[in-house]
T-cell receptor
């Protein structure tokens, strides 16, 4: 069975600081990888996704993630956060031929103005 | 398109009561699923469906039933509510044509079981 581990439960940053959220997964085959974001009071939205090709993926709002196959990792980064980036971030994975998504426990990011 | 809609937004139940959480999508997506979100545990898959008439269990199916009589609707039924089912429930859908399609989530139903 696949599983996803997010390293940080809660991250607190100041505006303009850089953000990196760790995500590791375990799965025995080819995977699709996702980062979802949940802003306060809202539903999940897709930030970015990786299926194949360039392992550095760019998403919305200046976020990017790098897939490192040898490390089973898909870390999320943003060079300079804004107060509006305060949200909960979820890493998710499914097998290439499997609909079922497995989510990590989530990381709450609080950006202080 | 309205996307994925869920009703109700909030619900309070007493232990033992039953209810149905509604989910509908207007994107003609074949795949639909139900998740529950609990603090510190992320989202866990309850049940999913790959098309009308086809459903299967996810990671935490006990205490829940689903059916898929149409492409658009995928209701989740709580047979006899328990306090452990207090959670936020999300419905999601995606296209069947390409497995890499993004899952689109509804706004969620917040359920409190007393």
């Amino acid at each position: 069975a696949q599983s996803v581990s997010q390293h940080n439960h809660h991250v607190i940053l100041s505006e303009a600081a850089s953000l990196e959220l760790g995500c590791n997964y375990s799965y025995g085959g080819t995977v699709n990888l996702f980062w979802y974001v949940q802003y306060p009071g809202q539903h999940l939205q897709l930030l970015l996704k990786y299926f194949s090709g360039d392992p550095l993926v760019k998403g919305i709002k200046g976020f990017e993630a790098e897939f490192i196959k040898s490390k089973f990792s898909f870390n999320l980064r943003k060079p300079s956060v804004q107060w509006s980036d305060t949200a909960e971030y979820f890493c998710a994975v499914n097998g290439r031929n499997d609909y079922k998504l497995s989510f990590g426990a989530g990381t709450t990011v609080t950006v202080r103005a | 398109n309205a996307g994925v809609t869920q009703t109700p937004k909030f619900q309070v139940l007493k232990t033992g009561q039953s209810m149905t959480l509604q989910c509908a999508q207007d994107m003609n997506h074949e795949y639909m699923s139900w998740y529950r979100q609990d603090p510190g545990m992320g989202l866990r898959l309850i049940h999913y469906s790959v098309g009308a008439g086809i459903t299967d269990q996810g990671e935490v199916p006990n205490g829940y039933n689903v059916s898929r009589s149409t492409t658009e609707d995928f209701p989740l039924r709580l047979l006899s509510a328990a306090p452990s089912q207090t959670s936020v429930y999300f419905c999601a859908s995606s296209s069947h044509d390409r497995l890499q399609e993004t899952q689109y989530f509804g706004p969620g139903t917040r359920l409190l079981v007393l």
